[in-house]
């Protein structure tokens, strides 16, 4: 029985601060777990833009099956499909257009109405991290860029054809000035980045093949670079016939001279470091989920690392 006067504390009286502040530690799973729904102080909490600033899905997988030779080489399971759209409509609604860096998995299989949804909701994001390519087509990757007016910032896998994405950033994201690329870097992709994006600051490539004639061309061209990480890079050299193409064993005056400009040249091809042991075994297209969870955020430029 309660004393005589004294007052009975219900959830819904805590200080909105206080909510935020616990709230803060929960992974968007238990963000989007309905919490927002316990009553109108929880829901202003889980609105609040402190929880937005960054939107991370890493943890959030596809489940898929391989297949080869047909495009686009994976079939996604509509139960995994589903349940990502209503994390994502979940997530972007109590969000309110606050998220400014967004992260995607590197091997979650987005469409390109999934894709194009979370774009439309944040329009204040500055970096983002993008998913598999897949199963987003060429229209959906365009209709998101024009979206993120104010992005600064990606990071991206592999992609076929990287000249329309390059040039759509260049038409409407003028602050962009950071790239991470997680696949192979030949002239096909130096040529018109140093094209659209010549204003370019910082540059990772780790873990990658990455052609010496794109390399050269890239420390020629783009002028503003003060930052290109190569660690762990595959750096292959294209001769004249006959002769075949070889793999450089390490970084020659020639390039070293052209990157002295730069503040910070990232470099390791140490045969005793077990990450240029992962990329050679790969042969310089990383399978990450080999390795351990979480080791693909990794990067040696900081402003690139999650």
């Not at 805590?14 to 989007?32: C, Y």
């Not at 696949?183 to 018109?192: Q, S, T």
């Not at 020629?220 to 450089?248: F, G, K, M, T, Y």
């Amino acid at each position: 029985m309660e004393e005589s006067g004294s007052a009975t504390r219900k959830w819904e009286d805590l200080n909105t601060d206080m909510l935020v502040e616990i709230f803060q530690t929960f992974d968007i799973s238990e963000l989007t777990s309905r919490i927002a729904h316990v009553c109108s102080a929880w829901r202003l909490a889980c609105c609040d833009p402190l929880l937005w600033k960054t939107l991370d899905l890493s943890a959030l997988q596809s489940t898929f099956i391989r297949i080869p030779h047909v495009p686009p080489y994976v079939y996604v399971h509509s139960q995994s499909d589903k349940a990502v759209t209503q994390l994502l409509k979940i997530a972007l609604n109590l969000s309110q257009g606050s998220i400014q860096t967004l992260i995607f998995r590197f091997n979650l299989y987005l469409s390109d109405e999934q894709l194009t949804y979370t774009a439309e909701r944040c329009p204040l994001v500055k970096r983002v991290v993008m998913p598999a390519w897949n199963r987003i087509k060429e229209t959906g990757i365009c209709k998101a860029i024009k979206k993120w007016r104010h992005l600064e910032s990606m990071t991206m896998p592999s992609i076929k054809n990287p000249p329309y994405l390059l040039e759509e950033i260049s038409r409407n994201c003028e602050n962009f000035s950071k790239l991470k690329i997680m696949g192979p870097f030949d002239m096909h992709f130096a040529l018109p980045l140093v094209t659209y994006i010549p204003r370019l600051k910082v540059l990772s490539l780790r873990c990658s093949v990455i052609m010496r004639d794109a390399l050269v061309t890239i420390l020629d061209n783009l002028q503003d670079l003060e930052v290109l990480n190569i660690s762990h890079c595959i750096l292959i050299e294209a001769r004249p016939p006959p002769l075949p193409q070889r793999v450089v064993m390490e970084i020659d005056p020639f390039i070293m001279n052209k990157a002295n400009r730069l503040r910070e040249f990232l470099v390791c091809m140490n045969d005793s470091c077990v990450m240029c042991q992962r990329a050679r075994s790969d042969e310089g297209l990383m399978r990450w989920y080999q390795y351990e969870e979480g080791l693909w955020k990794s990067d040696e430029a900081r402003s690139l690392s999650l």
